[in-house]
């Protein structure tokens, strides 16, 4: 089993940054691929970007150039950077592991970029 928890979000104006941090209860190099989606009022969730165990990294188009995905395996963590950023970036985003066929969410944290 793997417990995630996101921190990190929070209100930013349009052009500014924020990172996202997702801690995972174990350790992250044993875990398949591990990403970041989010979720924006009345739409469905999407993904943003993901990260393999042998860090090969893959992004939504509407993030590539401004957001980056890394992770701090002795930390167990993984980053969303997220710079540039606009209104439409406003949502819930949420870590996801995919472990041994299963699939854990965290429980998301809001960003929300004014314009």
């Known amino acids: 089993q793997v417990q995630l928890v996101e921190s990190g979000g929070g209100l930013v104006q349009a052009g500014g940054s924020l990172r996202l941090s997702c801690a995972a209860s174990?350790?992250?190099?044993?875990?398949?691929?591990m990403g970041w989606y989010r979720q924006a009022p009345g739409k469905q969730r999407e993904l943003v970007a993901l990260i393999t165990e042998g860090s090969s990294t893959n992004y939504a188009d509407s993030v590539k150039g401004r957001f980056t995905v890394s992770r701090d395996i002795a930390k167990n963590m993984v980053y969303l950077q997220m710079n540039s950023l606009k209104p439409e970036d406003t949502a819930v985003y949420y870590c996801?592991?995919?472990?041994?066929?299963?699939?854990?969410w965290g429980q998301g944290t809001q960003v929300t970029v004014s314009s």
């Open positions: 174990r350790p992250i190099f044993s875990i398949n691929v």
């Open positions: 996801k592991a995919n472990h041994r066929g299963t699939e854990y």
